[in-house]
């Protein structure tokens, strides 16, 4: 468990002329992301007060309590959106949150290590995971399936990889 705060969303500019602001939601749900009540700034200093106002390309139109023009809409494009973990629903044992992969050891079904998580992807056709390679100069981008990553292990900090034969 790496952070008291998890990302779930970022707001990626304005969405029009009077401080509307199209939001990435990354709940499995994206209408979701209000459900958990003020959103904070990385470092839990600024809250976020979200209404949702319609589905727009690419994300969900919101507004923002005290955002009412474009210019300030505009000035929060990149800010990533959090929220205490305690808020979040607990997951089934084979579910988990990215950012409880991020920093796990990585190792083969031998016993070796290969690197560290260092990311967690998703570009709509499933999750990758990035995992910094001590065998090779780029890092490893795997399918995050039961079938490459058939064991995660929390307690431990590490996670068994078994990656196809053109990776290795």
Request: hydrophobic share 40%.
């Amino acid at each position: 468990m790496t952070s008291d705060l998890i990302c779930i969303g970022a707001i990626a500019g304005a969405f029009g002329v009077s401080g509307e602001v199209r939001l990435k939601s990354f709940c499995s749900e994206p209408s979701d992301i209000v459900a958990y009540g003020p959103l904070l700034s990385e470092d839990g200093q600024r809250r976020f007060e979200i209404t949702l106002t319609r589905p727009v390309a690419g994300g969900l139109g919101a507004r923002i309590k005290g955002v009412t023009s474009k210019e300030a809409a505009d000035a929060l494009r990149g800010t990533s959106l959090f929220v205490a973990r305690d808020k979040l629903p607990k997951l089934p044992d084979d579910e988990f949150y990215h950012a409880d992969l991020i920093g796990l050891a990585a190792y083969d079904t031998g016993g070796e290590l290969l690197g560290k998580v260092v990311a967690i992807h998703n570009h709509g056709a499933g999750d990758i995971i990035e995992i910094s390679s001590l065998r090779h100069k780029s890092a490893l981008l795997l399918p995050f399936t039961l079938a490459v990553v058939p064991n995660v292990d929390l307690a431990a900090g590490r996670l068994i990889v078994d990656p196809p034969e053109e990776t290795e």
